[in-house]
């Protein structure tokens, strides 16, 4: 532990500072099933040529589960195929025998399954079934840890991999460019060691990162349910924000204002037509989590929380004011009775979507003092909460980094949010998927990354806002669900 401090605080940015900072401010801180009837056979001679269907799908959403989930998830195939989205199931024993040859582990073998099902079948959501086994530490479905070293944690998840399938080039992505099967290698301020990742998703990319069946049981009904009740609610045009003064002034001149508030503003302007509910820790409308669960209770379509959390809780400052409001734990989680009102939630702050967290991550030191000793992580919490919470989240799996850790004082978790409620306020992309993919393009379009310029630290920031933003849910979601 000692050495993670010397290399935390022998950094020269302020940035390092910051995050470990806020962070601390926490709790005290087969061939199977559904083979393709159309004939067409996944070809194991895999060729480098992007090649897509031009519209013309066979398939649109493909699922890949763990042989155990296949039958609790059938009826989300029936829906998904009845209302207008061809899908089709495959599970994992299917994808490493058809891609035996292919893939020097089990998450580059899903990836290359993922890329021949692109130009098989015109492929175009990819939601992926399956997280950590219980509490044990192996996984239903594997996750790809990338190499990002910032001091603070070594590496962490990244699904974006499963959805930056091709390169600049059109060639496979591997996220591996000195092919030394370490992935994403790049120590903060340093040359990175795998560089020109594309980054650019190429697929939309979704997880329910189940950790038992009753879990897939309980997502497939909260799917069905909101496709098919949601549309035309009033509660579905109400909108929730919650927030507070993130960075404090005192801490540094440049911080004036509340940011918190400031992003949650920028959000409702994108968002025509939802009526806004605020809570505020300016005006004491956020006073702690009896406020979240009251107005989470009564329903709505969209809820964003901005301020600043670990994997068990989120909340934020009063204005100028040390002092930390909880605005939700995941112990409390329990008390969200929603029913079928379920929001899209996006949820900004460090580590709330850390989904490879444990109870036996308490037999250490260190993972128990960043709250990793939990049976689930905030994001999949508030996702799969039987009864209410939410339908789909969005949050990060690692630090979350904003503007006041960048150079250019621009971008940042904050900016890619409020992006997102631009792709679907203001741009119409209603299928969740797409909204996410988008948001994360125009993200990359406004702060390319410049693999060259690596002692600013500023791209390695901005590849980290993309790689550690997971959507938990059904990619091919219907936002606000379907007319009929
Ligand atoms: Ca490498
Ligand atoms: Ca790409
Ligand atoms: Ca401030």
């Given at each position: 532990m000692k050495k993670l401090y010397e290399k935390l605080f022998s950094k020269k940015s302020i940035a390092i500072l910051i995050v470990f900072s806020t962070f601390i401010l926490g709790p005290t801180v087969s061939?199977?099933?559904?083979?393709?009837t159309s004939g067409i056979q996944i070809d194991p001679m895999l060729s480098d040529k992007h090649v897509l269907n031009n519209g013309n799908s066979v398939y649109k959403l493909l699922i890949i589960t763990p042989e155990k989930f296949v039958k609790?998830?059938?009826p989300l195939v029936t829906h998904k195929n009845t209302i207008g989205m061809p899908t089709i199931l495959i599970?994992?024993?299917d994808v490493y025998d058809q891609m035996y040859w292919y893939g020097r582990d089990k998450a580059e073998k899903i990836k290359y399954f993922i890329k021949k099902a692109i130009e098989e079948w015109g492929i175009e959501y990819v939601l992926l079934v399956g997280g950590k086994k219980g509490q044990l530490p192996s996984w239903h479905l594997p996750v790809r840890y990338v190499q990002m070293d910032v001091g603070w944690e070594p590496h962490y998840i990244s699904d974006l991999y499963y959805a930056d399938i091709y390169d600049l080039e059109g060639k496979f992505?591997?996220?591996d460019s000195d092919g030394d099967g370490l992935y994403g290698e790049w120590i903060y301020e340093e040359e990175p060691e795998d560089k020109d990742i594309d980054l650019y998703p190429d697929v939309a990319v979704g997880r329910l990162p189940c950790r038992n069946e009753l879990e897939v049981k309980i997502m497939v009904n909260k799917i069905l349910d909101y496709e098919t009740t949601t549309y035309g609610k009033v509660w579905f045009k109400?909108?929730?924000v919650i927030a507070g003064d993130t960075y404090l002034e005192s801490h540094n001149p440049?911080?004036?204002?509340?940011?918190?508030?400031y992003y949650a503003e920028l959000a409702l302007e994108n968002m025509t037509g939802f009526n806004p509910t605020r809570l505020y820790t300016s005006d004491g409308t956020l006073g702690g989590q009896a406020d979240v669960i009251r107005e989470l209770r009564k329903g709505c379509g969209f809820v964003y929380f901005v301020g600043h959390g670990n994997p068990r809780l989120w909340g934020n400052h009063p204005p100028n004011d040390e002092k930390f409001v909880r605005g939700l734990n995941v112990r409390k989680m329990h008390k969200l009775r929603n029913n079928h009102m379920y929001p899209v939630c996006i949820v900004s702050g460090c580590h709330n979507s850390q989904f490879d967290v444990s109870i036996l991550k308490y037999f250490n030191k260190?993972?128990?003092y960043r709250r990793e000793s939990s049976y689930e992580c905030w994001g999949w919490r508030m996702t799969r909460k039987i009864g209410g919470g939410s339908i789909a989240t969005i949050g990060c799996t690692a630090l979350g980094f904003t503007k006041e850790d960048k150079n250019s004082f621009k971008g940042g978790i904050n900016e890619i949010e409020v992006e997102f409620f631009k792709q679907y306020g203001k741009n119409n992309i209603q299928v969740i998927g797409d909204t996410w993919a988008t948001t994360v393009s125009a993200y990359l379009d406004t702060y390319p990354i410049n693999w060259n310029m690596f002692e600013n630290g500023d791209s390695w920031i901005d590849t980290q806002v993309v790689q550690t933003w997971v959507l938990f849910g059904d990619p091919s979601l219907q936002i606000g669900g379907y007319t009929h």
């Open positions: 061939a199977h099933i559904t083979k393709p609790a998830l059938q599970t994992l024993t992505s591997s996220w109400d909108m929730i440049n911080w004036t204002g509340y940011e918190g508030e260190l993972s128990r």
